[in-house]
């Protein structure tokens, strides 16, 4: 069997990931740290781009990797209209999209960029897996109870997707045969309901629905929000990062850490206590509200993330959940090996790369009122 090098890249907010995969064996891998100081230079996230490629090249050198030995390049997705799960060519469009973050500005957009700029220098193919824009919510779960406001899927669909695969080939069956659902608990939180290989029903972790999370808000009264946006004590972007960065634990507790909150429980503190139990309750709730979904078919609840590493977190999920299906702990996060898994089934021929559009799946003629 033909041994494909594939490289992978996963840019984050203050760091580049990259690493070397033979087939699925990974050879090496690497967190590059950036300054912010200098990241704070470029006015737009895309001009980190030269920045980034040339830390890449740095890294890869001092590591004795020919470049031109690479026989696929991917990057994590991220900035293109909502698509469907798979892998996709880095085509114009895409490129394009991610470059001027046309539905999401974060560092994730530039992963297919930095493939695509060293597919094309070397010649070789150029890819992205299950990017953040991944919806596949049925249209039924896209009703919000106001027209103008949508239900939309921003969950860690990379690393939901690559956990769900590897636990059903650890019980010997097909992803696309089996529901699951799978909880992503970090800085973020999504709770999916997978039917099928599909994900079908969520909460938004980027619109901060659902549980409230380590940083952001989750559900909160939408009266009780709307009064604030109009109380003159706030702008737009306080109430912004409110929601999205400085909700949850850190509004509560002044931290994002579980295991801070953790040692603070320890020390006797009853109020750190009760919001991490109100945490680990939302969650526990909405795997509720997701085993309706999917009708109570549901062959495992998987617990990922950096926050399932909290043996608390899983035992009290297995207290309350076991009787929907088994509670299983995969902590931590794969999205690396899921880019390589996704680039390799491509070069192996076992699927077939997908070529995004730029035509989102939501149906205009049942949504077209939505504008949020």
Same mark, same amino acid.
């Given at each position: 069997?033909?041994?494909y ?20 064996k ?22 980190q781009?030269?920045y ?8 890869l ?15 994590r997705g ?5 698509m469907e ?11 394009? /999209? ?7 500005? /974060? ?8 493939a ?22 049925? #249209? ?42 799978? %909880? ?17 029903d969520?909460? #938004?972790?980027?619109g ?13 009264s ?6 604030? %946006? ?12 409110k ?66 590493? #909290?043996?608390d ?33 491509v ?6 790369a ?14 077209? #009122?939505?504008?949020?």
């Amino acid at each position: 069997m033909k041994t494909y090098r594939i490289l992978a890249i996963n840019p984050g907010s203050t760091s580049t990931k990259v690493a070397l995969f033979e087939n699925d064996k990974v050879i090496f891998r690497v967190n590059i740290e950036h300054n912010m100081e200098e990241l704070n230079k470029f006015p737009e996230v895309s001009d980190q781009k030269p920045y980034r490629l040339e830390k890449i090249r740095e890294v890869l050198k001092e590591h004795g990797v020919d470049l031109a030995s690479i026989d696929a390049f991917v990057g994590r997705g991220g900035g293109q209209e909502a698509m469907e799960g798979g892998t996709y060519r880095v085509n114009d469009l895409a490129y394009e /999209h991610a470059r001027i973050g046309y539905r999401l500005v /974060h560092p994730c957009i530039l992963g297919s960029q930095l493939a695509r700029d060293l597919g094309d220098q070397y010649g070789k193919p150029s890819f992205f897996v299950n990017p953040p824009c991944v919806d596949e919510l049925e #249209d039924v779960a896209r009703v919000s109870g106001m027209k103008e406001i949508l239900r939309r899927q921003y969950v860690h669909a990379l690393n939901q997707k690559e956990v769900a695969k590897r636990f059903a080939e650890s019980i010997g069956k097909r992803y696309e045969d089996i529901n699951l659902i799978v %909880c992503h608990i970090g800085g973020g939180l999504s709770v999916t309901a997978h039917r099928r290989g599909r994900m079908v029903d969520s909460n #938004d972790a980027l619109g901060s629905t659902g549980p409230f999370s380590p940083t952001r808000s989750g559900d909160v009264s939408a009266i009780g929000l709307m009064r604030m %946006c109009f109380s003159g004590k706030y702008t737009e972007q306080e109430i912004y990062n409110k929601i999205t960065k400085n909700g949850g634990l850190v509004d509560y507790l002044g931290t994002n850490d579980v295991r801070e909150v953790k040692a603070r429980i320890a020390r006797g503190d009853k109020y750190a206590r009760l919001i991490l139990d109100a945490m680990y309750y939302q969650i526990k709730k909405e795997i509720g509200a997701m085993s309706v979904v999917l009708e109570g078919q549901v062959e495992a609840i998987i617990l990922t993330g950096g926050v399932s590493y #909290d043996e608390d977190l899983v035992e009290s999920v297995r207290k309350s959940c076991s009787f929907i299906a088994p509670v299983v702990a995969m902590p931590g996060e794969f999205e690396m090996e899921a880019l390589a898994r996704g680039a390799l089934a491509v070069l192996r021929g076992e699927e077939e790369a997908k070529e995004y559009t730029g035509v989102s799946p939501i149906n205009p003629e049942l949504f077209g #009122d939505a504008i949020w």
